[in-house]
T-cell receptor
């Protein structure tokens, strides 16, 4: 299947600093990627839709100035957690699909990034 | 937006028994329903999916059923094995949102040898 790579897999940062997480589609072009957040033993919560060449669309309750998303190319989306605080500690995971339109193909997930803010 | 509910939150079965996980969704426009298996600290992996134009799909020991009228779908695992132990998530998506998924809360399946 298609490969989505996420980097870094783990990051520890100090409170108040910013952290950038990359999501790459390695063998296909993804005009749309999605960012999710997962708390321990909980479900994946959709944060935003990352659109290549345009602004991201955020889900209700997600601060767009806190979680900056850039989708500069067809294979790369980045999520920057700005001025991180301990409550931002979580597992962040991206997904991308190979298809568009009706009857989509499978969505592929990155391996996730474990963010710990100390 | 879409609201997906999943039950049970935990499920323990004896090896060889069947396991059933149920989900309901709220948005009648949803037409794609994948099921993902996630092992601890790893990415979700698609195990089976169903589109709204069919009512049932089977792949070896795994099957999914969909009732569009009632807006619910279920995952059935037969002859469970210890390696089936993981967290399972259902999700719902509408085609015009390019696999923008709304996930259920997850079911932790424990298969006892």
């Amino acid at each position: 299947g298609a490969v989505v790579s996420q980097h870094p897999s783990r990051v520890i940062c100090k409170s108040g600093t910013s952290v950038k997480i990359e999501c790459r589609s390695l063998d296909f072009q993804a005009t749309t990627m999605f960012w999710y957040r997962q708390f321990p033993k909980q479900s994946l919560m959709l944060m935003a839709t990352s659109n290549e060449g345009s602004k991201a669309t955020y889900e209700q309750g997600v601060e767009k100035d806190k979680f900056l998303i850039n989708h500069a190319s067809l294979t790369l989306s980045t999520l920057t957690v700005t001025s991180a605080h301990p409550e931002d500690s979580s597992f962040y995971i991206c997904s991308a699909t190979t298809g568009q339109g009706a009857w989509n193909t499978e969505a592929f997930f990155g391996q996730g990034t474990r963010l710990t803010v100390v | 937006g879409e609201n997906v509910e999943q039950h049970p939150s935990t499920l323990s079965v004896q090896e060889g028994d069947s396991a059933v996980i149920k989900c309901t969704y709220s948005d009648s426009a949803s037409n794609y329903f994948p099921w993902y298996k996630q092992e601890l600290g790893k990415r979700p992996q698609l195990i089976i999916d169903i589109r709204s134009n069919v009512g049932e799909k089977k792949d070896q020991r795994i099957a999914v059923t969909l009732n569009k009228t009632a807006k619910h779908f279920s995952l059935h695992i037969t002859e469970t094995q210890p390696e089936d132990s993981a967290v399972y998530f259902c999700a719902a998506s509408t085609s015009y949102n390019f696999n923008k998924f709304y996930f259920g809360s997850g079911t932790k399946l424990n298969v006892k040898p």
